[in-house]
């Protein structure tokens, strides 16, 4: 089984409201990720966990708030987010371990979201 | 640095006749390279991938791809185009060792038709 499941698939917020997206996997990935990806753009990379430790932040703002509170889950925290953020927001898991650049990234059916 | 360009934006095929979809590389390093598709709302699927073995690589639903280091190329490649191919695809790049992260190229709209 290959499956990363994301929910909510379409979440609608307003600008001073505190939402929450969940990516859950059972592979026994130890890699996560949470991408962003723009109408007709390629996906942009945010956070990249490993064996639960935050290892990569893109620089991305702190309106952003990652956490993963277990090895098969992942959680992407929203609050004060702007019109501009609206996006597909993509979930990944890969399995982790040395040989990094090797490791195939399983992808979730993303969490369409707007900002209104 | 990593970097990865699709020559095309995009490309028209007729059903039943080849694809082509081309991608050319940079890196400092042995890379891996993927392709992924990506149909109208959705996530990404992995078509294949090469990691430093054979350099022509079968892939899902009859795509290949061959790996051309003197070209530093990856083209993908199908026989026959079928009406659901019709997606965006992606070819990319790991990052170095150790750093688990992906450059994407920009992609190439692929539009089948009938």
């Known amino acids: 089984d290959t499956e990363v499941t994301q929910t909510p698939k379409h979440l609608v917020m307003g600008m001073t409201n505190k939402k929450s997206l969940k990516c859950e996997q059972h592979?026994?990935?130890?890699?996560m990720y949470w991408y962003k990806q723009k109408a007709k753009k390629p996906p942009e990379l945010m956070f990249v966990?490993?064996?639960?430790?935050?290892?990569i932040n893109e620089s991305v703002p702190s309106r952003f708030s990652p956490e993963c509170p277990n090895s098969s889950l992942l959680n992407l925290h929203l609050h004060a987010l702007q019109p501009e953020d609206s996006a597909l927001y993509l979930c990944?898991?890969?399995?982790?371990?040395?040989?990094?650049?090797?490791?195939?990234?399983?992808f979730g059916p993303g969490t369409r979201l707007t900002v209104l | 640095a990593q970097s990865v360009t699709q020559l095309d934006s995009h490309v028209s095929v007729s059903e039943g006749t080849p694809v082509l979809l081309r991608c050319n590389y940079s890196?400092?390093?042995?890379?891996?390279l993927f392709w992924y598709v990506q149909h109208p709302n959705k996530g990404l699927q992995l078509l294949l991938k090469?990691?430093?073995?054979?350099?022509l690589v079968k892939g899902i639903n009859g795509f290949e791809a061959e790996f051309k280091k003197s070209e530093t190329s990856f083209h993908l490649t199908k026989p026959s185009a079928h009406m659901s191919d019709a997606a965006e695809y992606f070819c990319?790049?790991?990052?170095?060792?150790?750093?688990?992260?992906?450059?994407f190229g920009s992609g190439t709209r692929l539009q089948v038709q009938p």
């Open positions: 090469y990691t430093s073995a054979a350099t």
């Open positions: 592979m026994g990935h130890r890699a």
């Open positions: 890196s400092s390093y042995s890379p891996s």
């Open positions: 990319v790049v790991s990052e170095s060792p150790g750093r688990r992260a992906l450059t």
């Open positions: 990944a898991s890969s399995r982790g371990g040395l040989a990094g650049n090797t490791d195939t990234q399983y």
């Open positions: 966990y490993s064996y639960e430790k935050l290892s």
